[in-house]
C-alpha cells in the first residue's frame, strides 16, 4: 500500500513532505493533486473533472492541465471534463459537447465545435467570453437575454 501511495504522489508530483502535509497547510494546485491521486488510487477508466481548475490561478491551472495531459498518455485514462472555461476546454479536450438546460445542444470535435458552432446558442456562449479589447456595448448590457426554447 505505501509503495501505491508512493507511485501515485510521485505521478501527480508531490513529495514526502507534502504527503505529510495538512490540507490546510497545502496550495490549492496541491490539494488539487492529491484529489487527482485519490482518484487514480482505483485506476479507473474514466475521471469525472467538475470545474478541476476553476478556483486556481492561471499558472497553476496551466500546470494541472499539463499534468492532466501526461497522466492521460500515461494510463489512457478518460476523462468527462465538466467546465464554463472555453480556453481550458480547447487545451483539455478532444470532443465536446454543450448542454443547455440540461440537453445537448451541439456536439462534436472540440475544434469544429468551438471554431464553427452551428447552434445559436453555442454562438452566443462562445461570443460571450472577453477578448483582448473586449467592450461590453451598452446595447449588449441593457438587452434583456433572449431564452431559447
Known sequence: LERRVAELLDQVGLDERQARS??????GGQ??????ARALAVRPRVLVLDEAVAALD?????QI???????????????????????IVRH?????????RGRIV???????????????????LIDSVPRR???????DRDRPRQEEE
Open 22 to 27: 495538512l490540507p490546510r497547510a497545502l496550495s
Open 106 to 124: 451541439e456536439r462534436g470535435p472540440t475544434a469544429a465545435v468551438l471554431g464553427d458552432p452551428q447552434e445559436p446558442y453555442t454562438r452566443r
Open 65 to 87: 492541465v499539463a499534468l492532466l495531459r501526461e497522466i492521460r498518455e500515461q494510463t489512457r485514462v478518460a476523462y468527462l471534463f465538466i467546465t464554463h472555461d472555453l480556453g
Open 58 to 62: 492561471v499558472s497553476v491551472q496551466a
Open 133 to 139: 479589447g473586449w467592450k461590453p456595448r451598452r446595447r
Open 31 to 36: 490539494r488539487q493533486r492529491v484529489a487527482i
Open 92 to 100: 483539455v479536450c478532444e470532443e465536446t459537447v454543450v448542454m443547455h
